[in-house]
């Protein structure tokens, strides 16, 4: 493991209609970004629970990216704004948590923004493999267990 | 036992050039639950669809993971062959490993991993589908139609010929509109009364048509097909059944010095007045505002000489309830007055007007009969400036937008001019001529070439009163910037366009969208021009934007096209994706808590509060419950949900959350 070269596993939380479509046409206009990033579609960004974010980071995630429509351009009005004000929130709890910020990425790609989403992914990744593999979630898990066991 | 089936399609060679796709199912049929896996170089073609058919019916599949192109592309055609061999199409899933794999990805070791961790996703995502059935919901056969403009007309009378029925709400005593006001029509110069009137009088008549004027929609709840719209007919004080329309009445009201917003404020009516001749229901009503009677007790002037007895001075305003299952909104616009604009003078000097004033002058219905004189003193005018962009394009004024129809009017105006006063100056200023439209550059050149119309490129910067003239000052920036001073006998600004003052209301009882303009908002730009995001409700005319008659005209019949595209058929068929509030058995009911914090995060208004009584009606608990005719399937509910309540079906919690494990399982 130690000698192997670090490739950050991503998850990506995307809306069905912006997102999701931008990155399909990143496909049809064959720009190449790195493998390291797998898709979850959600209808909208406003139905992602902020909670499995962390559940991702549980189970091992180095990164992740919140991605949907642009503000104003939200297929359900207004899904959007509510991500992002949850996103404002739940950045201060991650950062209270100590829960390093810089391994999510918030953005919009719209459906014409094929291109973006290539650039929104291979920045990630390597910002990811700069801060290296995340195993602070795991040492609080063990700090965590080590209590329980030691009660 | 889940019994999932996984087809590796190659798509050609657009996924097995980068992809192992014999190693993705290979990988694949070693998932737990897989009893199934194949690959195929066109899953999409005939054989690879029956390849599907045959294995679900062969395996007896619960489950159907085809890994091929994006959903968006192919997943009604998968859900169709899954749904022709028996099984519900709801449990056939996509892995997109064209879009988002192969075509994006260097060929290589990691490039199949991720095809493989793609497919494992869809598997577990699968195996936690729930079969699911279209929505049906009842349609009540009835348009509403707000607004009695050529819009609300044009859709109304679309929708009736279609076998509907419409009910039309109209605020003025009478439908007709801003056109019942034109003198003529660019660019045919068609009389303006002479093509509205007659449509007019066919809403008056037709079968299909209800029509409520003088009267105001205050309320509408329900959604698509399901609405109930209350309306409140202000008392006319002259009962329309036995009013034979004689308009004896208006000739005796010794209030004769009212102000007349059909003609703009050019001439006077009485209290009890038709607005006017061809006004349609042609019959009175009574301004209570200025009625003698109704201010001092006394006169009944019209009470006696009515022959037919009809007027009723104790009628109240009267609420009706109606039920329908489409709304079209053509409400229209108004344009800014007084006060806008000091430097120009208007509302000061009685020479300057609006372009709807001067369309007053000009019609032959109008004040002065048709001939275009000088309110202050009748005569006249030997020089007439004309000024765009009065408001509109202007961000100091807070109008960024164009209003559309004024470079048109504008031509038409001082074309009109020139053909009524043949002696007679015309001057315009203008930023940019806008004549976007059939015939309409043509129409502008006619007024340049033939009328001799002066063009002037710039603005005005003031209009003041010099001995009985209006010294216009401007600027023609196409002779270097060079000022320009103008006696003028009349000016006519063409004031911005804007929204109807009761827009922002309005579309609040509609539950609508509408801009920082207060014009209601479609549901796309481009590709929904006549819906709004409320499923049912649809707009016509210029309350979405400004707009001329052709547009207005064309956006009706289209609103009106799709009210009877979703009247076609008595009941709705809706995806069944949509949030759901969970149900259990006593004395639980449901794990929801009745916070109701889902209820603001909606932007539809699906949320209901359900009460679960018991045996004599006694109040239980009371719960949320998605409205699922309104329910768009957005799932902001369901991420706001404190106790987890709500799920949304095809995104459900346990699916997205199988997804993510699954993504990150092992190495």
Redesign the interface.
């Known amino acids: 493991m130690e000698n192997k070269i670090f ?1 950050p ?1 991503i ?1 990506a939380f995307v809306c069905n209609w912006c997102t ?2 931008g ?2 046409l ?3 206009s ?6 390291n990033v ?7 960004t ?5 909670m ?1 974010l962390l ?2 980071f549980g ?3 180095d990164g992740i990216i919140v991605s949907g429509c642009h503000p104003n351009d939200c ?5 959007n704004f ?1 991500a992002r004000r ?1 996103w404002i929130s739940f950045r201060s709890l991650l950062d209270f948590l100590g829960i390093d910020t810089g391994r999510i990425t918030f953005s919009w790609v719209s459906a014409a923004e094929g291109a973006k989403w ?1 650039a929104l992914v291979n920045d990630t990744v390597s910002r990811i493999k700069e801060l290296g593999p995340y195993t602070d979630y795991e040492k609080v898990a063990r700090y965590y267990e080590e209590e329980v066991n030691h009660e | 036992m889940a019994r999932i089936g996984v087809f590796v399609c190659h798509c050609g060679e657009n996924i097995s050039a980068t992809v192992e796709c014999d190693k993705v199912a290979q990988a694949a049929a070693g998932f737990p639950g897989v009893v199934h896996s194949i690959d195929y170089k066109y899953m999409c073609s005939d054989p690879g669809q029956n390849m599907i058919r045959e294995a679900i019916r062969e395996k007896n599949l619960t489950g159907v993971v085809v890994a091929s192109c994006s959903p968006r592309m192919h997943e009604p055609t998968f859900r169709q062959a899954c749904s022709e061999a028996g099984l519900n199409p709801f449990l056939c899933e996509m892995a997109n490993l064209r879009e988002h794999c192969s075509w994006v990805h260097e060929k290589g070791e990691a490039t199949t991993k991720k095809a493989i961790d793609l497919v494992r996703m869809m598997v577990e995502k699968v195996k936690r589908n729930q079969p699911l059935y279209p929505i049906r919901v009842p349609v009540t056969k009835t348009a509403l139609v707000v607004g009695g403009g050529i819009a609300g007309i044009q859709a109304a009378l679309d929708i009736a010929n279609g076998g509907n029925k419409v009910i039309m709400v109209e605020r003025e005593p009478s439908i007709g509109g801003h056109m019942s006001q034109l003198s003529e029509t660019f660019p045919t110069l068609d009389c303006s009364q002479c093509i509205l009137t007659p449509r007019m009088v066919e809403v008056a008549q037709h079968p299909n048509i209800t029509l409520y004027t003088y009267a105001e929609l205050i309320g509408l709840d329900g959604f698509i097909g399901n609405f109930k719209a209350k309306i409140r007919k202000k008392a006319k004080s002259v009962d329309e059944k036995i009013c034979t329309g004689c308009a004896l009445c208006t000739t005796k009201c010794p209030q004769k010095k009212i102000p007349s917003e059909f003609n703009e404020g050019l001439g006077k009516r009485t209290a009890i007045y038709v607005p006017f001749p061809q006004a349609v229901p042609n019959k009175p009503v009574i301004d209570k505002d200025h009625c003698t009677y109704y201010k001092t007790g006394k006169c009944k002037i019209c009470e006696k000489v009515c022959p037919a007895q009809a007027i009723r001075f104790d009628q109240p305003d009267e609420i009706v309830e109606v039920a329908v299952g489409a709304v079209v909104i053509a409400t229209g616009f108004t344009i800014h007055q007084t006060g806008f604009f000091p430097e120009y003078g208007y509302g000061r000097y009685p020479d300057v007007l609006t372009g709807l004033q001067f369309e007053r002058l000009a019609s032959a219905s109008g004040p002065t009969l048709g001939e275009i004189r000088r309110p202050s003193d009748g005569k006249i005018p030997e020089t007439i400036v004309f000024i765009s962009c009065a408001g509109s394009r202007d961000p100091a004024k807070g109008i960024e937008y164009c209003s559309k129809i004024c470079c048109m009017y504008i031509a038409k105006h001082a074309m009109l001019y020139q053909h009524k006063v043949h002696h007679g100056k015309s001057y315009v200023f203008y930023m940019d001529i806008r004549a976007g439209g059939k015939m309409y550059e043509e129409f502008v050149r006619r007024a340049i070439t033939e009328d001799q119309v002066n063009y002037v490129r710039g603005r005005v910067s003031k209009i003041y009163e010099r001995d009985g003239k209006l010294i216009v000052k401007g600027v023609d920036t196409l002779m270097g910037a060079e000022a320009v001073e103008i006696e003028a006998d009349m000016v006519v600004l063409a004031t911005a366009g804007i929204a109807n003052p009761g827009a922002e209301e309005l579309a609040q009882t509609l539950h609508v969208s509408y801009d920082g303009h207060h014009f209601f908002s479609e549901a796309h730009p481009k590709l929904r021009p006549v819906e709004t995001n409320t499923a049912g409700i649809f707009l016509a005319g210029a309350c979405q934007a400004l707009k001329d008659i052709p547009e207005s005209v064309a956006q009706a019949s289209g609103a009106a096209g799709k009210v009877n595209i979703l009247f076609s058929k008595s009941e709705l068929t809706r995806e069944p994706l949509i949030a759901v509030v969970n149900r259990s058995a006593p004395p639980e009911y449901s794990t929801c808590v009745g916070c109701f914090l889902c209820q603001p995060a909606c932007p539809y208004q699906a949320i209901e509060k359900e009460e679960i009584k018991d045996r004599s009606g006694k109040v239980i608990k009371t719960v949320a419950r998605v409205n699922p005719g309104l329910c768009q399937g957005c799932g902001t509910c369901v991420a706001f949900c404190r106790s987890k309540s709500i799920d949304i079906q095809g995104y459900t919690h346990e699916q997205v959350l199988a997804e993510v494990m699954a993504v990150l399982e092992n190495d």
């Open positions: 490739e596993k998850v999701y479509a990155a399909d990143t496909g049809t064959r720009i190449k970004y790195a493998p797998k898709i979850v579609r959600f209808p909208c406003g139905r992602i629970d902020f499995l559940k991702a189970e091992g995630a297929h359900y009005t207004s899904g509510h949850r290539a």
